[in-house]
């Protein structure tokens, strides 16, 4: 967090200002860009957050997210544009002195990121864009001017984070961070089944959880996944299955060499 904003105060860009927030699934992007926000709001006129765009775009379409958008930022509950109400100078001139807010979360697409909000070109100076994706391609297509990475947890962190949820022997715990390698998404998954009930061995339990994921995990990276092309997929289930543990180099002449 304090990262994060350090790297939006600091920031000298004489155009609009975009930054990217990237990161694996459950890594918490989610929860940092919402904080950030949060805590930006009072510096802006127009603030607008859309969680989950990557899938509110596949539910409501093009038109329906871009209608919602203008509607938040015109200040009028129902607004249908076409293409000829947001020439660039039509919008540079409306909301020129004000200072507007965006953080769109989970862009899978650089090109519905932009045509949801009727393109980059219209947001000047005073003007934030924040985006989070798990892909940092997607962020250099959007044209972010900072990328910054989430890392996973260090052992510290993780460790507070469990002391929040759950009363238990420090071996409980050292075992959740061990099995949630420093995911956020997945230790509170893990802690949150390890509290709900009554076990005997907390180990042979993880152990179960691991094999038979909470769908709160599953499906996050289920999503991830599902976000791949073909080839991308086929790479990634032939690491899965054929590779796990292999020294990284080795594999990836490997897979070069098959294309």
């Known amino acids: 967090m304090v990262e994060i904003l350090s790297l939006l105060e600091h920031s000298e860009c004489l155009d609009v200002e975009i930054f990217g927030l990237w990161g694996m699934p459950g890594i918490g992007k989610t929860s940092l860009a919402r904080e950030v926000f949060e805590i930006l709001v009072p510096q802006y006129d127009l603030c607008y957050f859309l969680q ?113 949820y759950l009363n238990e022997e420090s071996e409980v715990i050292s075992e959740l961070i061990s099995c949630s390698s420093g995911i956020p998404l997945v230790l509170k998954a893990l802690v949150s089944s390890v509290s709900k009930r009554h076990i005997n061995s907390v180990k042979e339990h993880l152990w179960f959880l691991l094999e038979n994921s909470p769908s709160l995990i599953e499906g996050a990276f289920r999503r991830s996944f599902d976000g791949l092309d073909e080839n991308e997929k086929n790479i990634f289930l032939d690491i899965a299955c054929f590779f796990r543990g292999v020294d990284m180099d080795h594999v990836v002449q490997i897979l070069d060499a098959c294309g």
């Open 52 to 164: 989950d765009f990557h899938l509110e775009f596949e539910m409501k379409g093009l038109w329906q997210l871009r209608d919602d958008f203008f509607s938040k930022i015109f200040g009028e509950e129902t607004l249908s544009l076409d293409a000829s109400d947001t020439k660039l100078s039509f919008m540079r001139d409306r909301f020129h002195n004000k200072r507007i807010l965006v953080v769109l979360d989970d862009v899978s697409n650089a090109r519905d990121a932009e045509a949801v909000l009727g393109g980059f070109g219209w947001f000047s100076k005073g003007h934030t864009i924040i985006l989070t994706s798990r892909k940092k391609q997607v962020l250099v297509q959007c044209k972010a001017k900072e990328l910054y990475e989430i890392q996973k947890l260090c052992e510290f962190e993780s460790f507070r984070l469990c002391k929040q």
